[in-house]
């Protein structure tokens, strides 16, 4: 029985089937959601921190980890103890104007079993960097850019905290006396 599919066509998709099968045979599958591994978590951003708000959006869009109000209710703690925007020149144009600019987006956090008080994360930072050129004609255009770079760190970062919250190992609970 022949189908009414031109030969070439035919041809191309018994090419590109294969083609388009290889990536699951190898194992290969788009990075989900991180899994916390744990239940609730209670987490404490500097005040008005938009990385903050980013993190509980896609916490709560994400499930099976609750956030709750209070760090007596959580199985682990989120302490995020430094946020801070940096903007360094490391260029400079002939006429000794700043032509170039890293910005860097710099988070310090640690992770604690609320239980047990040990560190589950130690105290560390995220430390996102972007490089801009700049030109004395393109100052509004510049600050939109350095804005979208700045909110794309943030977005990276909570990214990288996810990762690494999912990589987090609990505690193994102590043994009774006895």
Same mark, same amino acid.
């Given at each position: 029985?022949?189908?009414?599919?031109?030969?070439?066509? =035919?041809?191309?998709?018994?090419?590109?089937?294969?083609?388009?099968?290889?990536?699951?045979?190898?194992?290969?599958?788009?990075?989900?959601?991180?899994?916390?591994?744990?239940?609730?978590?209670?987490?404490?951003?500097?005040?008005?921190?938009?990385?903050?708000?980013?993190?509980? =959006?896609?916490?709560?869009?994400?499930?099976?980890?609750?956030?709750?109000?209070?760090?007596?209710?959580?199985?682990?703690?989120?302490?995020?103890?430094?946020?801070? =925007?940096?903007?360094?020149?490391?260029?400079?144009?002939?006429?000794?104007?700043? =032509?170039?600019?890293?910005?860097?987006?710099?988070?310090?956090?640690?992770?604690?079993?609320? !239980?047990?008080?040990?560190?589950?994360?130690?105290?560390?930072?995220?430390?996102?960097?972007?490089?801009?050129?700049?030109?004395?004609?393109?100052?509004?255009?510049?600050?939109?850019?350095?804005?979208?770079?700045?909110?794309?760190?943030?977005?990276?970062?909570?990214?990288?905290?996810?990762?690494?919250?999912? !990589?987090?190992?609990?505690?193994?609970?102590? !043994?009774?006396?006895?």
């Amino acid at each position: 029985m022949w189908s009414s599919e031109p030969p070439r066509r =035919r041809c191309l998709r018994a090419l590109l089937l294969p083609v388009a099968l290889a990536p699951a045979a190898c194992g290969f599958r788009l990075r989900g959601s991180a899994e916390l591994p744990f239940e609730t978590l209670f987490v404490s951003f500097p005040p008005a921190s938009a990385t903050g708000a980013e993190f509980v =959006r896609l916490l709560r869009v994400q499930g099976g980890t609750r956030l709750v109000d209070k760090a007596t209710d959580a199985q682990a703690r989120l302490e995020v103890y430094a946020e801070r =925007r940096e903007k360094e020149i490391v260029g400079f144009s002939s006429t000794g104007r700043p =032509r170039e600019y890293q910005l860097r987006l710099i988070t310090g956090f640690r992770l604690v079993d609320v !239980a047990s008080g040990i560190e589950m994360i130690p105290a560390n930072d995220l430390t996102l960097r972007r490089e801009i050129t700049t030109t004395d004609t393109q100052l509004v255009a510049k600050q939109q850019e350095e804005a979208l770079l700045y909110r794309e760190m943030q977005t990276d970062t909570v990214q990288q905290l996810l990762r690494r919250l999912a !990589a987090a190992r609990r505690p193994a609970p102590r !043994a009774a006396p006895g």
